[in-house]
C-alpha cells in the first residue's frame, strides 16, 4: 500500500478508535485528533470524529472544548440530533439553562425516535 493509502487507513483507524469510547476515555482525545488531523475523512466522518470527541470531553468535564467540537460537528453535518443533544447537556453543566433547551428541541427536532433525546425533552418539561 502507498503512503496515501497508509494515511488513509491510519485515519480511518483511528477514527474508529475514537468512536469506540473504550476506557481510559482521556487516552482517545489524540487518537481522535489525529484522525481530524489525517485529512483524509470524509466531511460526515469529520463531523462524527467531533461529535464523538465533544462527547469524550464532556465525560472528562472539559466543557470548553466539548462545546467547541460539538459546534463544529453540527457545522459540518447540522441533521445529527445526537450533536444537539450533547451540545444541550454541555449547556446543562454549566448552568445555561435556556441554551441547553434549546439544544434539546433541536435535537428533538431531527431525532424524535431518539429515547434517550425524549427522556431528557419530558424531565425538562419540553414536550
Known amino acids: 500500500m502507498g503512503v ?5 487507513a491510519d485515519g480511518i483507524a483511528d477514527m474508529l478508535t475514537c468512536k469506540g469510547m473504550q476506557e481510559p476515555l482521556a487516552d482517545l482525545v489524540p ?12 466531511e460526515m466522518d469529520v463531523a462524527d470524529t467531533l461529535l464523538h470527541r465533544g462527547w469524550i470531553l464532556l465525560k472528562l468535564g472539559e466543557v470548553d472544548g466539548a ?22 447537556l454541555v449547556y446543562e453543566a454549566i448552568g445555561e439553562d435556556k441554551r441547553a433547551d434549546g439544544q434539546f428541541k433541536n435535537a428533538y427536532f431531527y431525532d424524535p425516535e431518539d429515547t434517550e433525546i425524549a427522556t431528557k425533552m ?6
Do not use: H, M
Not at 4 to 8: V, Y
Not at 67 to 88: R, T, W
Not at 122 to 127: H, I, N, T
Open 67 to 88: 462545546l467547541v467540537d460539538l459546534s463544529l460537528s453540527i457545522d459540518y453535518n447540522p441533521e445529527v440530533g445526537k450533536a444537539y443533544f450533547l451540545k444541550g
Open 31 to 42: 487518537v481522535c485528533t489525529q484522525a481530524l488531523n489525517s485529512k483524509d475523512l470524509r
Open 122 to 127: 419530558a424531565e425538562r418539561g419540553l414536550l
Open 4 to 8: 496515501l493509502g497508509t494515511a488513509w
